[in-house]
Antibody, heavy 115, light 109 residues
């Protein structure tokens, strides 16, 4: 069974760093891209960027380029989304999703940034 | 930046046909994908590559694309189809930059 399992909810202060994860199982992790999608409270879905786990090649949305870093460790079938300095506006639910068609999604990681 | 435009809301009675549109300049050259998101849940793929239906998705869900518009059709909408629906595609820059439409709230009552 294909699964994407994300790390748990996080509460952080502005300026702190954070890395959340997405672990794939039930398929060959290096065969398909992993994308990250943001959903701010009460708002729509936003594509942030994606990574090819086989070689860690990345694409970013212009809206997120330079603000987040997407990485992967293929040895443990895990993709990451990372911030070096969080802002209150980063408060959102973050999803990972598989392949170009997003056929499987993680359960989401709620990130709350508040002083 | 590239945008996909959806109507904010669509409302139908149970058993009626719901149509949700998605317009974008690159859609003649790029596939459209559709996702259903119910309150508090992760999105679910309902249509991929304009018109293909994943296994497990009811036959009442169908998709089409013509010119700069893609359409999700729910034939005989059920109360359980009430959800937010998002289209997704990529721009034509060659850099594979994805974009979601703003979402459409489907009300079935």
């Amino acid at each position: 069974e294909v699964q994407l399992v994300q790390s748990g909810a996080e509460v952080k202060k502005p300026g702190e760093s954070l890395r959340i994860s997405c672990k794939g199982s039930g398929y060959s992790f290096t065969s398909y891209w992993i994308s990250w999608v943001r959903q701010m409270p009460g708002k729509g879905l936003e594509w942030m960027g994606r990574i090819d786990p086989s070689d860690s090649y990345t694409n970013y949305s212009p809206s997120f380029q330079g603000h987040v870093t997407i990485s992967a460790d293929k040895s443990i079938s895990t993709a990451y989304l990372q911030w070096s300095s969080l802002k209150a506006s980063d408060t959102a639910m973050y999803y990972c999703a598989r392949r170009d068609k997003f056929d499987y999604w993680g359960q989401g990681t709620l990130v709350t940034v508040s002083s | 930046s590239y945008e996909l435009t959806q109507p904010p809301s669509v409302s139908v009675s149970p058993g009626q046909t719901a149509r949700i549109t998605c317009s974008g300049d690159a859609l003649p050259k790029k596939y459209a994908y559709w996702y259903q998101q119910k309150s508090g849940q992760a999105p679910v793929l309902v249509i991929y590559e304009d018109s293909k239906r994943p296994s497990g998705i009811p036959e009442r869900f169908s998709g089409s694309s013509s010119g700069t518009m893609a359409t999700l059709t729910i034939s005989g909408a059920q109360v359980e189809d009430e959800a937010d629906y998002y289209c997704y595609s990529t721009d034509s820059s060659g850099n594979h930059r994805g974009v979601f439409g703003g979402g459409t709230k489907l009300t079935v009552l």
